[in-house]
């Protein structure tokens, strides 16, 4: 029986090159009777992981590899043998990353040898084009290659293959290179030889039918069994059955890799066990002076057994370190999702929500049978979490820290524009279709093109064009950086995994994204951004030095009834989360009087809910017009917060194991199934098995199908409990900086634009309607940012419970706009240095301000302290001196100064109309 294994083969991964996804390599891998198969693409791995679940699912061996493409030509195709030989192929590629541009390593062949070291299987692929070059570049590469190096022989079924087999056989000979066959599979079936050539034409920029040689010749480039290829490379069987004999020396799988926690943030003497029971004890005292209570203990005992069983110590220390650092610098950070879930990390000062007050759920965070690390999302102020992400590469190193990637992929209206290009199609039908099939899943029925479109679907180009946009959505189109996410290693983590330069200075990034991560059991933690933390910081900075009131977060008075009215009413422009017009419709009606209404409040109003058809009926049991019923205690215990509806992901779980009878681990592959952004049919599979368990527990098969209706919602959108518990915290401490203190929070929320749903005018009014004195900015009293400033005699603000209100908001010189940061920052140094301005002549010169930069102050009324109206100060601003105008330049002369640098103004008929700040009409040169 003929052996054959393929070790060239590439998916869609060798972005816009192969036309396959990893699992259809592998399955049809699995259909063909192949030994094992090398799914190695170009110059990456980053399919690897992807591969390797497929073959796990489908029982194929499939090798980890890399298609190294080389300056001469030759394509070095690398599968390491174990784990050290591994380690040296990814530091070889994260080292060819970072020595050329980021997403295109050039990488010599003549280097390869030496870096690769030994225990790798080498493979070349001759190119095309086999020149005298090549050959000699080979001859310089194997003198110096440090393990067996092979040599490809490929069938491109041109007519030439007899001859060519024939002489790269006796080249192999004569280099004393043993050869393997192959395929080269750039996809898994022939049917997908049409959409390799339209990534073919979109990575090379050409449309299909002026691509020509650009193009395969057949459609041979995909897997074939192995009776197929003893027959195709009669003659060469030796090279057939070495395939085969090759993958057997490989030992090396990807489940091999072994993370290690960082040790840093260890005590000196301790075990990150002992380092981790000291801070929680330390943070105990602060958080309970009085005594921890019962409950509370036990739930932290449970939790440092659990987290002790699992040795994940380190981990609940490095996310610590990174909220210590944060804090050291006044950076304001609060830890969200399922930290929320999790006493230890509010002993420790990870999140400010008490999981034992809201009763959330731990097993959502960690549980023995998921047997993966928990993911702990921590958020920063968006304009500082830059400092946190630089003190992770500071102290780790960018070899030891990476974030992790994001897969890009086509969507539909990215498809069928790269597909509407390949094919011709017009720029206005390319637009009127994308316009067509977003949100589409089936794409764009003929129904849609003739009726709507006005476009005829039996158009030959236009059928080709949908079908390869069809077939294209999902493929990845390019790596680009998580926007947080974090992977910290003990040991280098570019021996586990390619490190690249990220497109953003001073970042890197590894090659796998989240759910890689997750797979192979590696830690990651999110260092994210959040621009109400921002706002928030900087308006209890300006409460601290306005009223000389030190208030942390922490020390927010809790459960304010003033603040629930203030709500309720709906009065909640600005605020977090709750801001937006279905979220104001809502407050009225839900009438939030304690934290956890805030909790329901933010999770409700999302889609999962609605499609649940979870709100109607929890706001009918709320308002008591319907009867709250229970089919059993235990459903009572999981749903009785919520009145009987489910509302939040980890109340889906509960169902499960208590109602249907599932384990933790299909309650989280539950969870899973409805997590957010991902595809709904997931949850299908889940669903039966769930309407089972509760039948077969005793409930009915009407609830049971309700219910799981009801939990279907959650595939759009749902939220966890955990999450909103912790939007929540932020939503009530806005809210009462809002109501207590509403001129900090108006500065704090102008100075940290852009935020929100409104712009700086609509907080203004709004602000001006609740009684706070707005300033306008000007020259001799604004800084960039906006301040506050004591009232003038017989100015009133509204006064609240706490004393704020008591300043009046001065806008900065940040709200003109146009107005460059760098511009506003010499006004400011002139007037420092030198005093108030006293007219506009003056602050042009002191400030050395163009033209055009003192129309936009002009224009954004910042005289107002000289007396002088904005349309004054635009005519002055017109006298300055500015840059030669293209009348002059055109004579080639010099402009010269006038003496008397005022205006005339003509007739108000003819005058110069100003609209915005901007200038429609100005006085002519020779006027």
Same mark, same amino acid.
């Given at each position: 029986?003929?052996?054959?294994?393929?070790?060239?083969?590439?998916?869609? +991964?060798?972005?816009?090159?192969?036309?396959?996804?990893?699992?259809?390599?592998?399955?049809?891998?699995?259909?063909?009777?192949?030994?094992?198969?090398?799914?190695?693409?170009?110059?990456?791995?980053?399919?690897?992981?992807?591969?390797?679940?497929?073959?796990?699912?489908?029982?194929?061996?499939?090798?980890?590899?890399?298609?190294?493409?080389?300056? /001469?030509?030759?394509?070095?195709?690398?599968?390491?043998?174990?784990?050290?030989?591994?380690?040296?192929?990814?530091?070889?590629?994260?080292?060819?990353?970072?020595?050329?541009?980021?997403?295109? @390593?050039?990488? %010599?062949?003549?280097?390869?040898?030496?870096?690769?070291?030994?225990?790798?299987?080498?493979?070349?692929?001759?190119?095309?084009?086999?020149?005298?070059?090549?050959?000699?570049?080979? =001859?310089?590469?194997?003198?110096?290659?440090?393990?067996?190096?092979?040599?490809?022989?490929?069938?491109? +079924?041109?007519?030439?293959?007899?001859?060519?087999?024939?002489?790269?056989?006796?080249?192999?000979?004569?280099?004393?290179?043993? #050869?393997?066959?192959?395929?080269?599979?750039?996809?898994?079936?022939?049917?997908?030889?049409?959409?390799?050539?339209?990534?073919?034409?979109?990575?090379?920029?050409?449309?299909?039918?002026?691509?020509?040689?650009?193009?395969?010749?057949?459609?041979?480039?995909?897997?074939?069994?192995?009776?197929?290829?003893?027959?195709?490379?009669?003659?060469?069987?030796?090279?057939?059955?070495?395939?085969?004999?090759?993958?057997?020396?490989?030992?090396?799988?990807?489940?091999?890799?072994?993370?290690?926690?960082?040790?840093?943030?260890?005590?000196?003497?301790?075990?990150?066990?002992?380092?981790?029971?000291?801070?929680?004890?330390?943070?105990?005292?602060?958080?309970?002076?009085?005594?921890?209570?019962?409950?509370?203990?036990?739930?932290?005992?449970?939790?440092?057994?659990?987290?002790?069983?699992?040795?994940?110590?380190?981990?609940?220390?490095?996310?610590?370190?990174?909220?210590?650092?944060?804090?050291?610098?006044?950076?304001?950070?609060?830890?969200?999702?399922?930290?929320?879930?999790?006493?230890?990390?509010?002993?420790?000062?990870?999140?400010?929500?008490?999981?034992?007050?809201?009763?959330?759920?731990? /097993?959502?965070?960690?549980?023995?049978?998921?047997?993966?690390?928990?993911?702990?999302?921590?958020?920063? =102020?968006?304009?500082?979490?830059?400092?946190?992400?630089?003190?992770?590469?500071?102290?780790?190193?960018?070899?030891?820290?990476?974030?992790?990637?994001?897969?890009?992929?086509?969507?539909?209206?990215?498809?069928?524009?790269?597909?509407?290009?390949?094919?011709?199609?017009?720029?206005?039908?390319?637009?009127?279709?994308?316009?067509?099939?977003?949100?589409?899943?089936?794409?764009?029925?003929?129904?849609?093109?003739?009726?709507?479109?006005?476009?005829?679907?039996?158009?030959?180009?236009?059928?080709?064009?949908?079908?390869?946009?069809?077939?294209?959505?999902?493929?990845?189109?390019?790596?680009?950086?998580? @926007?947080?996410?974090?992977?910290?290693?003990?040991?280098?983590?570019?021996?586990?995994?390619?490190?690249?330069?990220?497109?953003?200075?001073?970042?890197?990034?590894?090659?796998?994204?989240?759910?890689?991560?997750?797979?192979?059991?590696?830690?990651?933690?999110?260092?994210?951004?959040?621009?109400?933390?921002?706002?928030?910081?900087?308006?209890?900075?300006?409460?601290?030095?306005?009223?000389?009131?030190?208030?942390?977060?922490?020390?927010?008075?809790?459960?304010?009834?003033?603040?629930?009215?203030?709500?309720?009413?709906?009065?909640?422009?600005?605020?977090?989360?709750? =801001?937006?017009?279905?979220?104001? #419709?809502?407050?009225?009606?839900?009438?939030? %009087?304690?934290?956890?209404?805030?909790?329901? /409040?933010?999770?409700?109003?999302?889609?999962?809910?609605?499609?649940?058809?979870?709100?109607?009926?929890?706001?009918?049991?709320?308002?008591?017009?319907?009867?709250?019923?229970?089919?059993?205690?235990?459903?009572?215990?999981?749903?009785?917060?919520?009145?009987?509806?489910?509302?939040?992901?980890?109340?889906?779980?509960?169902?499960?194991?208590?109602?249907?009878?599932?384990?933790?681990?299909?309650?989280?592959?539950?969870?899973?199934?409805? &997590?957010? +952004?991902?595809? &709904?049919?997931?949850?299908?599979?889940?669903?039966?098995?769930?309407?089972?368990?509760?039948?077969?527990?005793?409930?009915?098969?009407?609830?049971?199908?309700?219910?799981?209706?009801?939990? /279907?919602?959650?595939?759009?959108?749902?939220?966890?409990?955990?999450?909103?518990?912790?939007?929540?915290?932020?939503?009530?401490?806005?809210?009462?900086?809002?109501?207590?203190?509403?001129?900090? +929070?108006?500065?704090?929320?102008?100075?940290?634009?852009?935020?929100?749903?409104?712009?700086?005018?609509?907080?203004?009014?709004?602000?001006?309607?609740?009684?706070?004195?707005?300033?306008?900015?000007?020259?001799?009293?604004?800084?960039?940012?906006?301040?506050?400033?004591?009232?003038?005699?017989?100015?009133?603000?509204?006064?609240?419970?706490?004393?704020?209100?008591?300043?009046?908001? %001065?806008?900065?010189?940040?709200?003109?706009?146009?107005?460059?940061?760098?511009?506003?920052?010499?006004?400011?140094?002139?007037?420092?240095?030198?005093?108030?301005?006293?007219?506009?002549?003056?602050?042009?010169?002191?400030?050395?301000?163009?033209?055009?930069?003192?129309?936009?102050?002009?224009?954004?009324?910042?005289?107002?302290?000289?007396?002088?109206?904005?349309?004054?100060?635009?005519?002055?601003?017109?006298?300055?001196?500015?840059?030669?105008?293209?009348?002059?330049?055109?004579?080639?002369?010099?402009?010269?100064?006038?003496?008397?640098?005022?205006?005339?103004?003509?007739?108000?008929?003819?005058?110069?109309?100003?609209?915005?700040?901007?200038?429609?009409?100005?006085?002519?040169?020779?006027?």
């Amino acid at each position: 029986m003929t052996r054959f294994a393929e070790l060239c083969a590439q998916s869609n +991964f060798s972005f816009l090159r192969g036309a396959s996804h990893p699992h259809e390599m592998v399955e049809a891998a699995a259909a063909l009777g192949l030994d094992a198969l090398v799914v190695a693409d170009r110059n990456t791995l980053a399919g690897a992981v992807r591969t390797f679940l497929a073959a796990k699912d489908q029982g194929v061996r499939a090798l980890v590899g890399a298609r190294l493409a080389t300056e /001469e030509g030759v394509d070095l195709v690398c599968v390491p043998q174990t784990r050290k030989a591994y380690g040296r192929l990814a530091r070889y590629l994260s080292d060819a990353q970072f020595a050329g541009e980021p997403n295109a @390593p050039v990488v %010599r062949l003549a280097l390869a040898g030496e870096a690769l070291g030994e225990d790798q299987i080498l493979i070349l692929i001759p190119p095309a084009d086999e020149t005298h070059n090549w050959r000699a570049a080979v =001859e310089a590469f194997l003198m110096k290659a440090q393990s067996p190096v092979h040599l490809a022989l490929v069938r491109r +079924f041109d007519g030439q293959d007899g001859a060519r087999l024939m002489r790269q056989a006796r080249l192999a000979a004569r280099l004393g290179l043993a #050869t393997i066959a192959s395929t080269d599979a750039l996809y898994h079936a022939p049917e997908r030889r049409l959409l390799q050539d339209v990534v073919t034409c979109i990575r090379e920029h050409v449309r299909i039918d002026e691509a020509g040689r650009l193009l395969a010749a057949n459609a041979e480039r995909h897997l074939k069994p192995p009776a197929e290829m003893a027959r195709l490379f009669s003659g060469y069987e030796d090279a057939v059955a070495r395939s085969a004999a090759l993958a057997d020396t490989v030992s090396f799988q990807l489940d091999q890799l072994v993370y290690q926690y960082p040790d840093e943030v260890i005590g000196a003497g301790e075990t990150p066990l002992q380092t981790l029971h000291r801070l929680v004890a330390e943070g105990s005292a602060r958080r309970w002076p009085d005594g921890v209570p019962d409950q509370t203990q036990a739930v932290l005992d449970h939790e440092l057994q659990l987290i002790e069983e699992l040795d994940y110590a380190s981990y609940f220390l490095t996310v610590y370190d990174l909220v210590r650092f944060a804090r050291s610098q006044s950076i304001l950070c609060q830890g969200r999702g399922s930290a929320a879930n999790s006493a230890v990390c509010y002993a420790i000062g990870v999140t400010e929500v008490d999981p034992v007050k809201v009763d959330l759920l731990f /097993e959502r965070f960690i549980s023995a049978e998921r047997g993966e690390p928990p993911d702990i999302d921590v958020d920063f =102020e968006h304009e500082r979490r830059e400092e946190v992400i630089q003190y992770v590469y500071q102290k780790y190193g960018r070899r030891r820290a990476g974030m992790t990637a994001v897969v890009h992929c086509y969507r539909p209206r990215g498809a069928i524009r790269e597909a509407g290009k390949v094919f011709g199609l017009s720029g206005d039908v390319i637009a009127a279709l994308s316009k067509a099939v977003w949100g589409w899943r089936e794409g764009v029925t003929p129904q849609v093109i003739r009726d709507e479109l006005g476009l005829d679907p039996d158009s030959p180009a236009l059928a080709r064009a949908l079908g390869a946009a069809k077939a294209l959505q999902g493929f990845p189109r390019h790596l680009s950086q998580h @926007p947080g996410g974090f992977v910290i290693t003990l040991d280098r983590l570019d021996e586990i995994v390619p490190v690249r330069k990220a497109a953003m200075p001073e970042r890197t990034a590894i090659e796998w994204d989240k759910e890689d991560i997750e797979a192979l059991g590696l830690m990651k933690v999110d260092v994210l951004g959040l621009g109400m933390l921002t706002a928030v910081q900087k308006a209890l900075s300006l409460i601290k030095h306005a009223y000389d009131r030190n208030l942390p977060v922490a020390d927010i008075p809790p459960e304010d009834p003033v603040v629930y009215d203030m709500i309720c009413k709906a009065d909640t422009l600005g605020v977090f989360q709750i =801001e937006s017009r279905a979220q104001m #419709t809502m407050l009225p009606r839900l009438k939030p %009087r304690c934290f956890y209404d805030l909790v329901i /409040e933010v999770a409700i109003v999302r889609p999962g809910p609605i499609q649940g058809d979870m709100v109607h009926p929890y706001l009918r049991r709320r308002e008591g017009k319907e009867k709250v019923e229970f089919p059993s205690e235990d459903l009572r215990q999981v749903l009785g917060k919520t009145l009987g509806v489910p509302l939040f992901q980890e109340q889906a779980m509960k169902i499960a194991i208590v109602a249907a009878g599932f384990t933790p681990s299909e309650a989280d592959r539950l969870r899973r199934s409805m &997590a957010a +952004f991902r595809r &709904a049919g997931t949850i299908q599979e889940m669903g039966e098995k769930l309407v089972r368990g509760m039948i077969a527990n005793g409930y009915t098969p009407d609830f049971a199908e309700r219910c799981f209706k009801q939990l /279907e919602g959650f595939g759009e959108y749902g939220f966890p409990e955990s999450h909103a518990a912790s939007f929540a915290l932020i939503v009530y401490v806005s809210c009462w900086i809002k109501r207590h203190y509403p001129d900090a +929070f108006l500065a704090a929320m102008l100075n940290s634009q852009p935020l929100g749903f409104y712009a700086p005018a609509q907080l203004v009014r709004d602000a001006r309607e609740h009684g706070v004195i707005v300033r306008p900015p000007d020259i001799n009293h604004s800084d960039w940012d906006c301040t506050l400033e004591s009232l003038d005699p017989g100015e009133r603000a509204a006064r609240t419970p706490e004393g704020g209100g008591r300043f009046a908001v %001065r806008l900065g010189l940040r709200q003109i706009k146009g107005l460059a940061e760098i511009t506003a920052a010499r006004v400011m140094a002139a007037r420092q240095f030198g005093g108030p301005f006293d007219g506009v002549e003056a602050l042009a010169r002191r400030a050395r301000l163009q033209r055009s930069e003192v129309d936009r102050l002009a224009a954004g009324d910042a005289f107002s302290s000289l007396k002088t109206p904005r349309r004054e100060a635009g005519w002055r601003a017109l006298a300055l001196s500015g840059p030669d105008l293209p009348l002059f330049d055109a004579a080639g002369g010099e402009r010269a100064s006038a003496p008397d640098r005022s205006v005339r103004r003509p007739p108000a008929a003819n005058g110069a109309q100003r609209r915005g700040g901007a200038r429609l009409c100005a006085p002519q040169p020779l006027a």
